[in-house]
């Protein structure tokens, strides 16, 4: 158990709300991810961190910002959310290599978070 | 840009069947290679990594394969059961710093 919460499970917003995802870990691991998982797209890459402060975009990013101001917490933002943001979000940290904390390392996932936008 | 490619995106098979799982990418110049376990309405279970200069790795019933020149993987299950119907996902990692791509996954049916 890698020790990632992701909060809250589930949420129902507005079209034109900010929503704000976050993702707890117990583990102080550098890399942290989010994906979002749709029908017939899979899984792909929203924002990731390599560090507090230290974050990078995936291949899905429009529409969200994320912040990373401790080890343990990676938020995720919608600003206004759309109805083309209805997914589940799942966080994931990468697990250390040996003495090396490097990304591409074996992945562990949150339980996620089902969003729906109307 | 890397691409994952899974096929079959579905697959059911009598329980006791031994089965294997393809997964396919276009750059071969990999750092890793993992496979995960999804049950529905849950999150991703890793079950086995692979690294570049490795062929194989093995965790119970299931082995995994690694040819990078082929650009190819599979998953071997031994003596399926009902308990192994899930969706398998397949993702490869460029570099240690570079995040995981993954393919749409197979969603996998043992019938009892």
């Known amino acids: 158990d890698a020790g990632i919460t992701q909060s809250p499970r589930h949420k129902v917003t507005e079209t034109g709300t900010p929503v704000t995802l976050r993702c707890h870990q117990t583990?102080?691991?550098?890399?942290m991810y989010w994906y979002r998982q749709d029908p017939g797209h899979g899984l792909r890459l929203i924002h990731y961190?390599?560090?507090?402060?230290?974050?990078d975009k995936g291949e899905v990013s429009d529409g969200y910002s994320v912040s990373r101001s401790k080890t343990e917490d990676f938020l995720l933002t919608l600003e206004s959310a759309t109805s083309s943001q209805t997914s589940v979000y799942f966080c994931?940290?990468?697990?250390?290599?040996?003495?090396?904390?490097?990304?591409?390392?074996?992945?562990?996932f949150g339980s996620g978070t089902q969003l729906s936008v109307l | 840009k890397q691409e994952v490619t899974q096929i079959p995106a579905a697959l059911s098979v009598p329980e006791g069947e031994n089965l294997v799982l393809n997964c396919s990418f276009t750059?071969?110049?990999?750092?890793?290679l993992q496979w995960f376990r999804q049950d529905p309405g849950k999150g991703l279970t890793s079950l086995l990594l692979?690294?570049?200069?490795?062929r194989e790795q093995t965790s119970g019933r299931l082995n995994a394969s690694l040819d990078k020149s082929s650009g190819r993987s599979t998953l071997y299950i031994a003596a399926s059961q009902p308990g192994d119907s899930a969706t398998y996902l397949c993702?490869?990692?460029?570099?240690?710093?570079?995040?995981?791509?993954f393919g749409k996954g197979t969603r996998l049916s043992v019938i009892a």
């Open positions: 994931a940290i990468s697990e250390r290599q040996g003495r090396r904390d490097v990304g591409g390392g074996k992945l562990f």
């Open positions: 583990e102080n691991h550098r890399y």
């Open positions: 961190s390599y560090g507090v402060k230290d974050t």
């Open positions: 750059d071969s110049a990999i750092y890793n």
């Open positions: 692979i690294q570049s200069s490795q």
């Open positions: 993702a490869v990692s460029n570099s240690g710093n570079t995040p995981l791509v």
